[in-house]
Nanobody, 124 residues
Framework: QVQLVESGGGLVQAGDSVRLSCAASGRTVSTLTIGWFRQAPGKEREFVATIIGSGGLTSYADSVKGRFTISRDNAKNTVYLQMNSLKPEDTAVYYC?????????????????WGQGTQVTVSL
């Protein structure tokens, strides 16, 4: 069974940077497509970024493109989300999610494994 555990969230100021981690167990991240999603209060969960298991192909939501970077460390079995130039509208619970590599995209229903989420709050 695949388990994903997020960490790295917290309270930051606008313009700051934060790196989120998604540690996987039960399977190596090189065999998984891992995505990051977020959900702000009163809003639906939305796609942020995804990285394919084999190779370095990535995809980003327009709202974070150029500010966020998703990456993978196979040795640590961990996927990261580096978030720079944070804005108050980035405030949300951030979730990492995975599937067995059969899907690479933004549809959360096609990710089978989910972490518990980590809160990121960006203040002015």
């Amino acid at each position: 069974q695949v388990q994903l555990v997020e960490s790295g969230g917290g309270l930051v100021q606008a313009g700051d940077s934060v790196r989120l981690s998604c540690a996987a167990s039960g399977r190596t991240v090189s065999t998984l497509t891992i995505g990051w999603f977020r959900q702000a209060p009163g809003k639906e969960r939305e796609f942020v970024a995804t990285i394919i298991g084999s190779g370095g192909l990535t995809s980003y939501a327009d709202s974070v493109k150029g500010r966020f970077t998703i990456s993978r460390d196979n040795a640590k079995n961990t996927v990261y989300l580096q978030m720079n130039s944070l804005k108050p509208e980035d405030t949300a619970v951030y979730y990492c999610a995975g599937n067995s590599g059969y899907y690479f995209g933004s549809a959360d229903r096609l990710y089978d494994y989910w972490g518990q989420g980590t809160q990121v709050t960006v203040s002015l």
